[in-house]
């Protein structure tokens, strides 16, 4: 069994219950516009980082990180950028590229809005979209997510709400 930690548009600022809540995850994806390297260098204290780069990252992040990621992960495929636009609505040829090489989960940010969708239309891949754990954008709650991977799956999302009192809450990642 594998933990990911996802998370997205930090914007430069570190939740200060970020690695409280990403505790005892075995690998954290950074979904882009990270903002300061220093976030990377917060998350990497937490468990290894596998980042992008996103429209507001300047050089010094887009040193250290690619726009696209490629990774094998509980023998799951999975694909990693900023912008991407979501299911039924995919952004800069997206559709296309994904149609012709789909991953078993997709990983994006920018819209600052959190989903996970099974996308039937590309094989059941699952769609994965933290939200936003930083301070700038419209979002009204900042989230970042635990994904359970478990022989070559996805079996359950747990939302973690950074600024909420109440605890995470899970779902299977398979419906």
């Excluded at 992040?61 to 999975?78: A, C, I, S």
């Excluded at 090489?101 to 059941?124: M, W, Y």
């Excluded at 635990?146 to 070559?152: F, I, K, N, P, Q």
């Excluded at 799956?153 to 779902?171: F, G, N, W």
């Amino acid at each position: 069994m594998t933990t990911l930690g996802i998370v997205s548009d930090t914007h430069g600022y570190f939740h200060p219950r970020l690695a409280e809540d990403l505790a005892g995850v075995n690998r954290i994806l950074h979904a882009g516009d990270v903002g300061d390297p220093a976030i990377l260098d917060g998350l990497e204290a937490v468990a290894p980082v596998t980042a992008v780069w996103g429209n507001v990252d300047d050089t010094s992040v887009r040193r250290r990180t690619p726009e696209h990621q490629r990774l094998r992960v509980e023998g799951l495929d999975v694909w990693m950028t900023h912008i991407a636009g979501r299911p039924g609505r995919w952004q800069q040829g997206m559709g296309e590229k994904l149609r012709a090489n789909t991953p078993d989960l997709f990983v994006c940010g920018h819209s600052h809005i959190l989903q996970v969708e099974r996308v039937e239309a590309l094989g059941n891949m699952l769609f994965v979209n933290p939200g936003a754990a930083g301070q700038q954008g419209l979002h009204q709650k900042k989230t970042c997510l635990r994904l359970t991977l478990e022989d070559g799956r996805a079996t359950e999302a747990t939302v973690i709400h950074l600024d909420a009192d109440a605890s995470p809450s899970s779902s299977p990642a398979a419906s």
